[in-house]
């Protein structure tokens, strides 16, 4: 039964119109060893996380302003990361567990915001990106129990930066380099439907800090510090429309076990023994369809101020 819903679900997800742009034409593959795309565990989820360690993805909701042209808007950012977490033990209270997070940076979306303008940020940024390493405390494995990350630091186009350091503002500057290797500084987003190529240095440090859902989900908020600057653009306009400041409203995650344990979803698609990138952004539809981690709309009132 449970895979028939789910068989229904993947079809939705496949079919729903997503409106226009690059981003929008993805489709979940059907590369399920069944053929049929993910399949749930045999059993129910339990309602308690005892046993965290596994496969999950990290879905985040980024809500920022961007300043530009007169008008102050919110900008969202959503990001999607595989993360595979090891259980370290116990930690210092009672039913507390440490736990290790090894964080891959899968794939980006950005709002429209000022002149119904997009930024596009390619999927081929995260074969670039190293690893992160982030420590986490789960409180204790009751749905409402506690968990905190340490600091994510990530960088785009930086080779050494201080947490606080400003940012480079000119491509000689020896800290930037081209990572995602274009042949141009730092690495290249692209505005609106190909109106310029940016390229761009970056500097996000996030924080997460959540509650136990059940024993697959987490969910909460978390402080994000995103610096960004606009090396150069192929139109000068371009470079300029790139004022971001946090809003008035909180960020979100969603942290979900994907790896068929614990009555979870599986998505390991091709079944190698690991979720990739094409598998999260498998699951990144299939979770929004389900309203799991659905992306919001933009909210006039988040950068009225
Ligand atoms: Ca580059
Ligand atoms: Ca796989």
């Not at 369809?289 to 006039?300: I, S, V, W, Y």
Request: overall charge negative; aromatic content about 6%; proline content about 6%.
């Amino acid at each position: 039964m449970r895979r028939l819903l789910l068989t229904t679900a993947l079809l939705a997800a496949c079919s729903v119109e997503r409106g226009t742009g690059r981003f929008d034409d993805q489709h979940v593959t059907d590369a399920g060893a069944d053929g049929g795309g993910p399949v749930a565990g045999d059993a129910a989820p339990p309602e308690d996380l005892s046993s965290p360690a596994g496969t999950w993805m990290l879905f985040l909701e980024n809500s920022t302003c961007l300043r530009a042209l007169g008008q102050n808007k919110e900008q969202i950012i959503w990001t999607w990361y595989t993360v595979d977490i090891e259980d370290l033990g116990p930690g210092g209270g009672d039913g507390e567990r440490r736990l290790k997070q090894n964080l891959r940076f899968c794939t980006q979306e950005v709002s429209a915001a000022i002149a119904n303008l997009k930024t596009y940020v390619p999927d081929r940024i995260a074969e670039f990106l190293p690893p992160a390493k982030l420590e986490a405390i789960l409180a204790g494995p009751t749905p409402g129990d506690r968990f905190f990350s340490t600091e994510l630091f990530e960088t785009f186009g930086l080779r050494t930066i201080g947490l606080d350091e400003p940012l480079p503002t000119t491509a000689s500057d020896e800290r930037v380099f081209d990572q995602d290797e274009d042949g141009h500084p730092g690495v290249t987003l692209v505005l609106g439907t190909d109106l310029c190529e940016i390229y761009i240095v970056q500097r996000t440090r996030t924080r997460l800090s959540g509650e136990v859902v059940d024993g697959i989900r987490v969910e909460g908020t978390f402080s994000a510090d995103l610096d960004k600057v606009v090396l150069e653009a192929t139109q000068s306009l371009c470079a300029t429309a790139n004022e971001v400041t946090p809003s008035l409203l909180a960020n979100r995650f969603v942290l979900v076990r994907i790896d068929g344990r614990n009555g979870a979803y599986d998505f390991d698609l091709n079944d190698d023994g690991d979720i990739g990138c094409d598998e999260i952004r498998d699951a990144r539809l299939f979770f929004a369809e389900a309203g799991t981690a659905t992306p919001r709309d933009p909210d006039p009132a988040a950068c009225e101020q």
